[in-house]
């Protein structure tokens, strides 16, 4: 069965850096994609972004370009997402999801149990 | 930018067929696949329609997706209703490099 695990939660104070988990339990892990959602608290799902772990190729939506970097160790069949600065905005559940094969048909088909971040100082 | 517009809620009778719609801002929503997404009350969401109309493994026939080129829109439609589908729904497309999430839908089923 395929198995996306989030790190826990996390709680942090503005201007703090972060840095939160997914683990995939598929094998190969690198044959997929892998995307990062936003939810923020009674909001809708936004799309961040995604990561190919094989070569670490990635696409950032253009609202969190720059906002936040995403990663992987595909030796650990890892990817990360991670903030240098956080804001109070920045609050929310964050998932991982695996993009669904052939990538162009741009789904996401297993989703991680969420990682919620709270920034408050 | 291209949006995805669905109504902020719904509510239906066990037993009864609700559909939710989702509408594309322009250009064809019929050409990229819309996916949907059930997310249950405190849980993270679950995939119940790929590829306009295709179902995961384990998603009940009850389940099924469409899409409607001459109102540029898609649809959720869910059959014999049962409580377990109160849920929030939410449409996703893809278009210019972007991933699309529609607002989302309130389910009711009272």
């Known amino acids: 069965e395929v198995q996306l695990v989030q790190s826990g939660a996390e709680v942090k104070k503005p201007g703090e850096s972060l840095k939160i988990s997914c683990k995939g339990s598929?094998?190969?892990?690198?044959?997929?994609?892998i995307g990062w959602v936003r939810q923020m608290p009674g909001r809708g799902l936004e799309w961040m972004g995604i990561?190919?772990?094989?070569?670490?190729?990635?696409r950032y939506s253009p609202s969190f370009q720059g906002q936040v970097t995403i990663s992987a160790d595909k030796s650990i069949s890892t990817t990360y997402l991670q903030w240098s600065s956080l804001m109070a905005s920045d609050t929310a559940i964050y998932y991982c999801?695996?993009?669904?094969?052939?990538?162009?048909?741009?789904?996401?088909?297993?989703w991680g149990q969420g990682t919620l971040v709270t920034v408050s100082s | 930018n291209f949006m995805l517009t669905q109504p902020h809620s719904v509510s239906e009778s066990p037993g009864k067929t609700v559909t939710i719609s989702c509408t594309g801002s322009?250009?064809?929503?019929?050409?990229?696949?819309v996916q949907w997404y059930q997310q249950r009350p405190g849980s993270a969401p679950t995939t119940v329609i790929y590829?306009?109309?295709?179902?995961p493994s384990g998603v009940p026939d009850r389940f099924s997706g469409s899409i409607d080129s001459s109102s540029n829109s898609a649809s959720l439609t869910i059959s014999g209703l049962k409580t377990e589908d109160e849920a929030d729904y939410y449409c996703?497309?893809?278009?210019?490099?972007?991933?699309?999430f529609g607002g989302g839908t309130k389910l009711t089923v009272l």
């Open positions: 999801a695996r993009v669904g094969l052939p990538l162009w048909k741009y789904y996401f088909d297993y």
């Open positions: 598929e094998h190969p892990f690198t044959n997929y994609w």
């Open positions: 990561i190919f772990p094989g070569d670490s190729d990635t």
């Open positions: 322009s250009g064809s929503i019929a050409s990229n696949c």
């Open positions: 590829d306009d109309n295709q179902r």
């Open positions: 996703q497309s893809y278009d210019g490099g972007a991933w699309v």
